[in-house]
């Protein structure tokens, strides 16, 4: 079964600065997707980043981008110019790709606090 | 475009009590996924659908658990009797499946459920 890992349960940033999340996960197989959500006090799931195995290119999404290490499994998030609106609880998810569209992993998450 | 809709938000009722949790997904979408989140277990897969039949359902915690999918439309999630370690998130997601698809999923906007 597949793992996900999100070592770090808080982390905090300054305004306009720049933070890097955290996220490791176990997998035997070849063919995946990656996807970070962000969940703010409201509580939706919003999709921030996705990102293909397959695909070498790193995924950046505006102020989002991530860092996708194959052979080390890690597909660390990174917010740049941090607003006081990206304050949330952060997932790092695991979807399979073979047998359709199969369910989500997701790691513990990462409480992302930002500094005025 | 309406995304997906759960109801209700909030629910409180009192142990015994039958309780059902309700799920309408994104128009097209062929999946639909019922997850609940705790502080202790984070995010998990209760049960999915695939076209209406569900596929996976190895998550739902027990027999007081079920879960239907009448149509492509709409899907119930019932806890009967209810016990206060049911109190949770509860959220549904749907999305489109074909294999290889980096199709997304969307959530709705959650159900917590506390249970007296």
């Known amino acids: 079964a597949q793992t996900v890992t999100q070592s770090q349960p808080e982390m905090s940033v300054q305004e306009a600065e720049t933070v890097t999340l955290s996220c490791t996960y176990d997998?035997?197989?070849?063919?995946?997707?990656l996807f970070w959500y962000k969940q703010p006090p409201s509580r939706q799931m919003i999709l921030v980043i996705r990102q293909e195995a397959y695909k070498q290119q790193n995924a950046t999404e505006n102020r989002f981008s991530v860092n996708f290490q194959k052979a080390a499994k890690s597909f660390s998030l990174k917010i740049s110019d941090s607003q006081l609106g990206d304050a949330a609880m952060y997932f790092c998810a695991y979807r399979s790709a073979w047998g359709g569209n199969t369910p989500l992993v997701f790691g513990k998450g990462t409480r992302l606090s930002v500094i005025a | 475009d309406a995304g997906v809709i759960q109801s209700p938000r909030h629910e409180v009722t009192e142990m015994g009590q039958e309780v059902t949790l309700r799920c309408k997904p994104i128009?097209?979408?062929?999946?639909l996924f019922w997850y609940r989140q705790t502080m202790m277990r984070g995010l998990e897969l209760l049960i999915y659908f695939n076209n209406n039949v569900p596929i996976d359902d190895s998550g739902m915690p027990e027999d007081r658990f079920s879960a239907k999918m009448p149509n492509a439309s709409f899907s119930t999630l019932k806890i009967q009797p209810s016990e206060p370690r049911d109190s949770a998130v509860y959220f549904c997601?749907?999305?489109?499946?074909?294999?290889?698809?980096?199709?997304?999923?969307?959530f709705g906007d959650g159900t917590r459920l506390s249970i007296l």
């Open positions: 128009s097209g979408h062929d999946y």
């Open positions: 997601a749907s999305t489109t499946g074909r294999e290889y698809s980096n199709q997304p999923q969307h």
């Open positions: 997998t035997s197989e070849s063919d995946y997707y």
